[in-house]
């Protein structure tokens, strides 16, 4: 039980990490397209 909580632990920093480099990403691509 301990390593599944630990493993979806991790899956979810893995997605959290991924959703704000997306964001990051889009972010940076904005303000080259408005230059």
């Not at 599944?4 to 904005?30: M, N, Q």
Request: charged fraction near 25%.
């Amino acid at each position: 039980l301990a390593f599944l909580s630990v493993f979806a632990g991790l899956i979810l920093d893995s997605v959290a990490r991924g959703r704000k480099e997306a964001k990051l990403l889009a972010y940076l691509s904005y303000r080259s397209v408005q230059r």
